[in-house]
């Protein structure tokens, strides 16, 4: 009785009060994540590229269409306003000039003071003298090192290296026109030197670009990301879900960037070039030859592609690198103003068959299947003041269609309305898209989606969605056709110019195979919200959380969470302290918590049972040139004497984890 009255609670001051961080723009990805519980690999790639992306903001009254779209909260219509401005009245002298912009809430204006700033433009040399590039350039390298204060049972026996994570880091940018990079990275548990990684780190990603040199826009060499359109047939850069599409209103781009994550996933390895043909046409093509881990059958064809990135024992080792991709792709896109039309193909080879186990698995019949692939695609788009539209079309080699479209418009400036429809055929397959979904992927989902932004004042906003999908064929857990709803509601305000309290609440039905698999039952997710935020003029942060959670399907479980974190920043220090006390049923009804961390790194802990999480983090700025960061985080839980299986398992009910990373700029 006691939790269904917390739960009320929350989800009443849901309705009635809420507000986004935009103090902090890893808050807002924070958020993002948390409600939609997206992967953290996919997660540290998007913040990865963010954080470039703040360490090296982009002039506003230099910005083309192009650089714009790399930030994802805008929307297209935003990144029109943007440039219509600039050519209208001129440069902008100040950010607290982006408030003549009708189309910019509070929250984008926040949000594009880490990711912009407005400076006199600079005229852009077209000769670029190599021999300056080292002399000249900006130089970043970066240590970071994860030190457990446990031992897992694998570190006795089974895991062939060190309890040590550590990744190191150099970049080097000239001129905003070449840019270079390494990373090389080691997950604990991995050998080091040794075995099979006798070059040292488990990975390196590398990469060299060059960008505007006469009619060539972008060339990458090395590893690099790569998104054409809406992604039904290559996304390998930005998405977050369905919050996230509608804050940027399905803004959709023709990205080419470097990859330097210590993520393996998505990345492509070769060379890829943007260049302008002429005024409205623009050519990108790439070519890419990447190692693959897989689990292999006993006919040495390929059963399942492995994206774990862990190859710490026997078994994972011996799938690393086992299989090789070939991509080749090109795209040509027309463009005239806000007007543009693109097409796309990419076709992929592998050196080995992939041949999923579909004997007992009856809902991967339509998986990807052989060693040739290929798709085709159109995307299409046009924004004027109030009106966005923009839609893709796809086809495979067998034929089979996906679909998606995107419209929104803007009543007047506090209310704005977005529709999106998709249908992915159930034999439609593409082992690089990436785009809005509710199930598990571009394929075997029809269904439509309805948002809304209303901002009545300065002060509040007021965010829903409503998406319902159909699903014509079987899914994992799932044995016969489904249906899913998902809706959220968000409601934000601020006042004082310091304190905000914001919330949300959240249903998601999916519907799932009871126990004799005879009949569908409802999973039904209920997920609220409350934060109160207090920022002080002085550098002191506050901010109390607190989650709730029922989940109703074979069981009744539920959970909750609070949690607080304290912020202060003096002068070149700064310090962050959270501690957050969950208790739930089970798994079933288990809990996200996003937590600062050191640079690039993104802090994911799914908590569940019963326990209490602390953690403090410090960075301090030694002169112009250091910064170290140094954080401990503490799980400590009340439930269980031993912490996760296998060569995971911990032998006690705590564990303490130590975050180092050293940061030198010159």
């Not at 440069?91 to 607290?96: D, E, L």
């Not at 781009?253 to 623009?282: M, V």
């Not at 039905?509 to 698999?517: A, C, G």
């Not at 640079?599 to 112009?624: D, H, K, P, Q, V």
Request: net charge positive.
């Amino acid at each position: 009785m006691k939790f269904y009255i917390l739960l009320l609670s929350i989800t009443f001051l849901s309705l009635t009060c809420s507000s986004q961080n935009t103090g902090d723009w890893e808050e807002v990805v924070r958020q993002w994540a948390d409600a939609e519980n997206i992967e953290s690999a996919a997660l540290e790639n998007v913040f990865e590229s963010l954080s470039e992306l703040s360490e090296q903001p982009i002039n506003l009254n230099q910005a083309d269409r192009e650089e714009l779209e790399q930030l994802p909260f805008l929307t297209a219509q935003q990144v029109e306003d943007i440039l219509a401005y600039v050519h209208r009245y001129g440069i902008i002298r100040s950010s607290s000039e982006l408030q003549m912009i009708t189309s910019l809430d509070t929250e984008r204006r926040q949000l594009l003071r880490f990711f912009v700033y407005t400076g006199e433009p600079k005229k852009r040399k077209n000769s670029l003298r190599i021999d300056s590039v080292f002399l000249h350039g900006k130089h970043e390298m970066t240590a970071t090192g994860k030190i457990p204060l446990y031992t897992r049972k694998g570190f006795q026996n089974g895991y062939s290296g060190s309890r040590y994570q550590h990744t190191f880091r150099y970049r080097l940018n000239y001129r905003e026109r070449i840019k270079l990079g390494v990373t090389g990275a080691k997950d604990a548990g991995e050998p080091f030197f040794t075995g099979r990684n006798r070059w040292g780190y488990d990975h390196y990603s590398y990469y060299l670009q060059f960008k505007d040199i006469g009619c060539l826009e972008n060339l990458c060499v090395g590893m690099y990301r790569v998104q054409q359109g809406m992604g039904l047939v290559m996304n390998d850069g930005f998405y977050l879900g369905k919050l996230s599409t509608l804050q940027s209103l399905g803004n959709s781009n023709a990205a080419l960037r470097p990859h330097s994550s210590r993520s393996t996933d998505g990345y492509l390895q070769g060379i890829a070039a943007t260049i302008r043909l002429h005024r409205h046409w623009q050519l990108t093509a790439f070519a890419s030859y990447r190692p693959l881990d897989a689990t292999l059958n006993k006919d040495s064809t390929a059963r399942t592609l492995y994206y774990t990135n862990y190859h710490r024992t026997e078994t994972e080792m011996s799938k690393k690198n086992n299989t090789h991709e070939t991509n080749l792709s090109g795209s040509i896109r027309w463009r005239r103003g806000t007007l543009y039309t693109r097409a796309n193909i990419l076709y992929a080879h592998f050196d080995r068959r992939l041949t999923p186990q579909k004997e007992n698995s009856p809902y991967r019949r339509y998986s990807a299947e052989g060693q040739d692939f290929m798709n085709m695609s159109i995307d299409y788009g046009y924004t004027n003041a109030r009106f966005s539209f923009s839609g893709e079309t796809a086809i495979n080699k067998e034929g089979a269609l996906a679909i998606i479209h995107q419209f929104s418009y803007r009543f007047s400036h506090p209310l704005t309305v977005m529709m999106l429809h998709r249908y992915y055929d159930k034999r439609y397959t593409a082992l690089h898209a990436r785009s809005f979904h509710e199930g598990s992927g571009v394929q075997n989902e029809h269904g439509i989606y309805t948002g809304l932004t209303w901002q009545p004042s300065a002060r509040w906003t007021f965010n829903w969605y409503a998406d319902y999908a159909h699903f014509p064929w079987k899914r994992y857990q799932v044995s016969m056709p489904s249906d899913a709803f998902d809706t959220m509601f968000l409601v934000r305000t601020s006042f004082n110019n310091k304190w905000r309290l914001e919330g949300r609440y959240r249903l998601h039905i999916q519907q799932k195979d009871n126990d004799e698999k005879t009949m569908l039952r409802n999973r039904v997710e209920q997920r609220a919200r409350m934060r109160l935020s207090y920022d002080s003029p002085h550098g002191l942060s506050l901010q109390t959380q607190l989650d709730g959670i029922d989940v109703s399907y074979k069981n009744h479980d539920r959970g909750y969470m609070i949690s607080q974190q304290v912020v202060y920043t003096w002068k070149c220090l700064q310090l962050c302290a959270n501690m957050s006390y969950f208790h739930t049923d089970n798994y079933e009804s288990r809990l996200y918590l996003y937590e600062r961390s050191v640079l690039y790194n993104f802090s994911s802990l799914m908590l569940y049972g019963e326990g209490i999480r602390y953690a403090l983090m410090a960075r301090m700025n030694l002169g112009t040139s250091l910064t170290l960061t140094a954080k401990i985080g503490t799980t400590n839980y009340f439930d269980r004497t031993k912490i996760s299986s296998s060569y995971q398992e911990i032998d006690g009910s705590s564990m303490t984890d130590v975050d180092v990373q050293l940061r030198c700029k010159f």
